[in-house]
């Protein structure tokens, strides 16, 4: 079974709690005005990865760095909810198989509401911790750690999310990545601050291209 991957990024530590792997799924047709990850949407976008492949270089990051959960996000996550639980079943399983003792939470960000998400994906859904649910809308900005807007939900699925998500401790809500020539900026920006940081790095001299979060560049 293949998945089409546009990213896999790890720690990641604004998207869940603590050190994650964080995966992004290509595809979306949602379509929220204002979305900071518009290179997901074209569903042929990115890369075809071999579910089996991938759960094993999650679970090699996840030991290797002593990992506590795996975001999965994108793009749309329940378009590609049956690859998804395949994955999760396999990252389990291969890091039962290694011994790795350490809670791995699994949390889902989606753009459909959570009762039209577990309906969709009800076996990928069945394997969550926790999902972050609804889509993103620029003009309600959500004040709520891993809210990027108002009127998103937190479901919480396990003991393990009720114990690690249920506090609403003030966190990072952006992580700066450079990887292969690349900025990264990953998290829940608020309005505005991605062209607050573009400005920024325009003052020190450094002009961007091809931003993510924009339609044309
Ligand atoms: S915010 Fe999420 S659901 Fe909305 S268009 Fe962007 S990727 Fe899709």
Known sequence: MRLQLNRIL????????????GLWVQ???IACPGCASVDTWEPS??????????AAQVVREIISRRLVGVTLTGGEPTDQAP?????????????SV?????????????????????????????LLDAAVCGPYR????????????????????SPLAAERYSRSDDVARLQVVSEDGQLLIVGLPRPGDLDRFESLLCKRGVSMRGNSWRVTT
């Open 10 to 21: 790890a720690p990641v530590t604004v998207l869940g709690y603590g050190q994650r792997i």
């Open 27 to 29: 595809g979306c047709g």
């Open 45 to 54: 976008g990115g890369e075809s990865r071999d579910v089996d492949g991938l």
């Open 83 to 95: 690859q998804l639980e395949l994955l999760v079943l396999k990252v389990r399983e291969y890091l």
């Open 98 to 126: 290694a011994g790795y003792e350490a809670p791995v939470d699994v949390l889902l960000f989606t753009g459909r509401p959570a009762r039209a998400a577990a309906a969709r994906a009800a076996g990928l859904w069945k």
């Open 138 to 157: 620029r003009d309600e900005p959500g004040e709520e750690p891993l809210l990027a807007s108002a009127n998103q939900e937190l479901v919480l699925l």
